[in-house]
């Protein structure tokens, strides 16, 4: 059974940092391509970051580029997204996700974050 579990959620002032991270198990980490989804109230779930499986190909949607950073130990089994320079527009909650075969199968319970103007 396939569990990941987020943590480092919180309450930020713009222009602030978070780290999430999350933890995998049930899954072959160290092959299997990681990811960070965000869903706003309403809203459906959003891709925002992935890395490869062997960390060497991240990848950011244009809105976090250059502020998010994803990264894995795969030793711990952990992905994690470091989020600086924190907008008010990054509230959210934020899922981790893991692939199987072609596309995200696998998402944790989520952690909210929350950015204070």
């Not at 160290?30 to 062997?54: C, H, L």
């Amino acid at each position: 059974q396939v569990q990941l579990e987020e943590s480092g959620g919180g309450l930020v002032q713009t222009g602030g940092s978070l780290r999430l991270s999350c933890v995998a198990s049930g899954l072959d980490f160290g092959k299997t391509i990681m990811g960070w989804f965000r869903q706003y109230p309403g809203d459906e779930r959003r891709f925002v970051a992935q890395i490869s499986w062997n960390g060497d190909r991240p990848h950011y949607i244009d809105g976090v580029q250059g502020r998010f950073t994803i990264y894995r130990d795969d030793a711990k089994r952990t992905v994690s997204l470091q989020m600086n320079n924190l907008r008010p527009g990054d509230s959210a909650v934020y899922y981790c996700a893991a692939v199987k075969g072609v596309e995200y199968v696998y998402f944790g319970r989520g952690t909210e974050v929350t950015v204070s103007s």
